[in-house]
Nanobody, 122 residues
Framework: VQLQASGGGLVQAGGSLRLSCAVSGVTLDYVSVGWFRQAPGKEREGVSCIEARDDSTYYADSVKGRFTASRGSARNTIDLQLNSLKAEDTAVYYC????????????????WGQGTLVTVSS
C-alpha cells in the first residue's frame, strides 16, 4: 500500500488549498483515510477522516466548518479542501490509511504518505 499526498503550498490567511491523497495497493471501499498534521515542535494531530465505504466524515473541532474531506475526482484518491485558512493551520499534512473505521489517534493507521507542507501567512 502506498500513499502520495500533494497540493500543499503557501497561501495567505483566509485563502484555500485542496490537498489530495492518492492511494494504491488497496481498494478505498474497505479502508478509512485519515488526514493528520504536524506543526513544528508539536505532536501529530488528527484533522479529518473519511470512511470510504459510506463516505462518513469526521473532523477535529479546530477545522470543523472549514475543511471538507471527500472522494477525489481521480480514481482511488481522497481530497481535503481547506478553506478560511488561518496561520495556526500551518503544518505538514499527512494522509494515512487503516482497515476499519476511522480512528482519532494516529497509532491505529497502518500506512502513511510522505506529507505535504501547508504554510499560511498572516
Amino acid at each position: 500500500v502506498q500513499l502520495q499526498a500533494s497540493g500543499g503550498g503557501l497561501v495567505q490567511a483566509g485563502g484555500s488549498l485542496r490537498l489530495s491523497c492518492a492511494v494504491s495497493g488497496v481498494t478505498l471501499d474497505y479502508v478509512s483515510v485519515g488526514w493528520f498534521r504536524q506543526a513544528p515542535g508539536k505532536e501529530r494531530e488528527g484533522v479529518s477522516c473519511i470512511e470510504a465505504r459510506d463516505d462518513s466524515t469526521y473532523y477535529a473541532d479546530s477545522v470543523k466548518g472549514r475543511f471538507t474531506a471527500s472522494r477525489g475526482s481521480a480514481r482511488n484518491t481522497i481530497d481535503l479542501q481547506l478553506n478560511s485558512l488561518k496561520a495556526e493551520d500551518t503544518a505538514v499534512y499527512y494522509c494515512a490509511v487503516r482497515r476499519g473505521v476511522c480512528a482519532v489517534a494516529p497509532g491505529p493507521y497502518e500506512y502513511w504518505g510522505q506529507g505535504t507542507l501547508v504554510t499560511v501567512s498572516s
